[in-house]
């Protein structure tokens, strides 16, 4: 008889070998430019020639890193990828100064021709809220606290 538990819960790292750390966050895009274009108008730093690079980065004040590659440079080591499909898989959260800054920074994306999927409201949680659609699909939420 197997007395294994399959429940236990997982142990901490131990002082000698710390937890990893989120430093990134990738996306793979159809159009390097494109989705360039999109997040620098988000405010992002992003150099302008990374929009012919298959590989673009940009460091946010947080020290969090945003990684863009194109879909050829994901196949060239991993030649079995393809896009996900059926639903989001991720999405990204930008905090805004405050409700008008929502509200301003949604308007300046969908004027530019990015599309809306939720425009700013203020939501039972607290905040103000929307979602703008990356140049690949990618939900990119727009947030501040309401009060």
């Known amino acids: ?85 059926g639903g989001e898989r991720l999405g990204l959260a930008f905090v805004c100064d405050g409700p008008a800054a929502v509200d301003a920074t949604y308007e300046r994306l969908t004027a530019a021709g990015y599309r809306g999927h939720l425009e700013p409201w203020d939501a039972v949680w607290g905040q103000r809220y929307a979602v703008v659609l990356d140049p690949d699909g990618c939900a990119v939420s727009l947030f501040a606290s309401a009060a």
């Open 1 to 85: 008889m197997n007395t294994t538990s399959h429940s236990a819960r997982p142990t901490a790292p131990s002082a000698a070998s710390a937890a990893p750390r989120l430093d990134a966050v990738g996306l793979v895009v159809s159009d390097m430019a494109a989705s360039l274009a999109f997040y620098r108008l988000l405010g992002l730093d992003v150099p302008a020639d990374a929009d012919t690079a298959p590989h673009a980065e940009a460091t946010l004040p947080s020290g969090l890193r945003v990684l863009w590659d194109t879909k050829e440079t994901v196949r060239s080591y991993d030649p079995s990828w393809s896009r996900p499909t």
